[in-house]
């Protein structure tokens, strides 16, 4: 009899804890409000961007520090949710931020960049990464602010404080973010904050290089999610480039960026191609430039991280790149193999210049 009032005494407790937990999250969950400017901190030694000159820009998902070559993540089938230790958070965002340092950019686009997170052991990358920008203009944005979770149960990925950083060699000004639509109702909860974030560079004929940094949604079933978020990127390219403005997006679009039959075959979410039908007429994805033949040679610039990286086993794909504004050309793109030292990512670097208009 004692076992038994015993046992139902810790049912009651169990599910206590659980409805708690369950307010806290319904409670916890906030979206980041829309059009909130970004402050910009000025370090740049440059001046003007000059039309028909070559300039350098990277992309690079840092994957919040915790991605040695080993770590797995559970949410691909993997086994981690938190970096090994705030060590080797320090390593891999050092080492992320050199890497991108020695393409020697004149704009650098950094994403999963924490501030303070449980899964980064609360160090703060993006400090991190200044050091090895000295002299740039900068900024950030947050992208999620997610509540405490408390999956997977053997090691919590807890609460995070992450987003998109932002480095550039010449000013930047008007900076703002614009948050994205994410799932609705009762699956709003499971849906991480997604934003792009706009900025400008000003060129000499009188014109400005807007530049979009973006992080689309991941781990995404819904079509209306994806839709939305690619449509309301496409509608505000269209608008500045109507304005007469050079127009480059840069980020981790969580899209298949290549032209690549193979990949596009493969059933995995975050992998669906890129909806190129969705761009506006004069954008284009800054991938295509380059013969499919030569996209196949080139390194992937993530893996999935159901298992420790492993060059002939390990599923990749090219999730991260640009799209550029027909103004915008394409001098060449590549994918810089880094062997996912740093990151389940390896930086995407787009050399590009200015075409001269009238």
Same mark, same amino acid.
């Given at each position: 009899? %004692? +076992?038994?009032?015993?046992?139902?005494?810790?049912?009651?407790?169990?599910?206590?804890?659980?409805?708690?937990?369950?307010?806290?999250?319904?409670?916890?969950?906030?979206? /980041?409000?829309?059009?909130?400017?970004?402050? /910009?901190?000025?370090?740049?030694?440059?001046?003007?961007?000059?039309? =028909?000159?070559?300039?350098?820009?990277?992309?690079?998902? /840092?994957?919040?520090?915790?991605?040695?070559?080993?770590?797995?993540?559970? *949410? %691909? +089938?993997?086994?981690?949710?938190?970096?090994?230790?705030?060590?080797?958070?320090?390593?891999?965002?050092?080492?992320?931020?050199?890497?991108?340092?020695?393409?020697?950019?004149?704009?650098?686009?950094?994403?999963?960049?924490?501030?303070?997170? #449980?899964?980064?052991?609360?160090?703060?990358?993006?400090?991190?990464?200044? #050091?090895?920008?000295? $002299?740039?203009? $900068?900024?950030?944005?947050?992208?999620?602010?997610?509540?405490?979770?408390?999956?997977?149960?053997?090691?919590?990925?807890?609460?995070?404080?992450?987003? *998109?950083?932002?480095?550039?060699?010449?000013?930047?000004?008007?900076?703002?973010?614009?948050?994205?639509?994410?799932?609705?109702?009762?699956?709003?909860? !499971?849906?991480? %904050?997604?934003?792009?974030?706009?900025?400008?560079?000003?060129? =000499?004929?009188?014109?400005?290089?807007?530049?979009?940094?973006?992080?689309?949604?991941?781990?995404?079933?819904?079509?209306? @999610?994806?839709?939305?978020?690619?449509? *309301?990127?496409?509608?505000?390219?269209?608008?500045?480039?109507?304005?007469?403005?050079?127009? /480059?997006?840069?980020?981790?679009?969580?899209?298949?960026?290549?032209?690549?039959?193979?990949?596009?075959?493969?059933?995995?979410?975050?992998?669906?191609?890129?909806?190129?039908?969705?761009?506006?007429?004069?954008?284009?994805?800054? *991938? %295509?430039?380059?013969?499919?033949?030569?996209?196949?040679?080139?390194?992937?610039?993530?893996?999935?991280?159901?298992?420790?990286?492993?060059?002939?086993?390990?599923?990749?794909?090219?999730?991260?790149?640009?799209?550029?504004?027909?103004?915008?050309?394409?001098? =060449?793109?590549?994918?810089?193999? #880094?062997?996912?030292?740093?990151?389940?990512?390896?930086? @995407?670097? !787009?050399?590009?210049?200015?075409?001269?208009?009238?």
């Amino acid at each position: 009899m %004692d +076992g038994k009032k015993a046992m139902k005494q810790c049912c009651k407790l169990v599910l206590a804890a659980a409805a708690g937990y369950g307010i806290y999250v319904c409670h916890g969950y906030r979206r /980041i409000k829309d059009r909130q400017p970004l402050q /910009i901190q000025k370090g740049a030694k440059q001046r003007l961007l000059a039309v =028909e000159t070559p300039y350098t820009a990277v992309s690079y998902n /840092i994957g919040f520090g915790a991605y040695t070559p080993e770590f797995t993540f559970f *949410m %691909d +089938g993997g086994r981690h949710a938190v970096a090994k230790s705030a060590q080797s958070v320090r390593r891999c965002v050092k080492g992320a931020g050199k890497a991108a340092a020695k393409l020697r950019p004149d704009f650098v686009m950094f994403q999963e960049v924490d501030l303070s997170a #449980t899964r980064s052991h609360h160090v703060n990358e993006y400090d991190l990464l200044n #050091t090895c920008f000295l $002299h740039y203009d $900068h900024m950030f944005a947050v992208n999620y602010d997610s509540v405490y979770w408390l999956v997977p149960p053997w090691e919590p990925h807890g609460k995070s404080l992450s987003g *998109m950083a932002l480095f550039s060699a010449y000013p930047l000004h008007g900076a703002v973010r614009r948050k994205l639509p994410v799932a609705s109702g009762w699956r709003k909860l !499971l849906d991480l %904050d997604r934003c792009y974030t706009m900025t400008s560079v000003s060129v =000499e004929n009188g014109k400005q290089c807007v530049l979009f940094h973006v992080h689309l949604s991941a781990y995404g079933h819904d079509q209306t @999610v994806r839709r939305g978020q690619v449509d *309301m990127l496409a509608k505000e390219m269209q608008r500045q480039r109507r304005l007469g403005n050079y127009v /480059i997006c840069g980020g981790d679009f969580n899209h298949d960026m290549c032209q690549n039959v193979e990949q596009e075959e493969q059933q995995h979410s975050w992998a669906h191609a890129f909806p190129r039908q969705w761009l506006p007429e004069g954008f284009s994805v800054a *991938m %295509d430039t380059i013969p499919k033949q030569k996209q196949r040679q080139m390194p992937y610039s993530t893996r999935k991280t159901d298992i420790p990286y492993d060059p002939l086993h390990s599923c990749q794909v090219t999730v991260d790149g640009f799209l550029i504004s027909d103004n915008v050309i394409c001098e =060449e793109i590549q994918v810089v193999d #880094t062997e996912y030292q740093y990151s389940d990512h390896n930086p @995407v670097k !787009l050399q590009f210049r200015l075409r001269s208009e009238k």
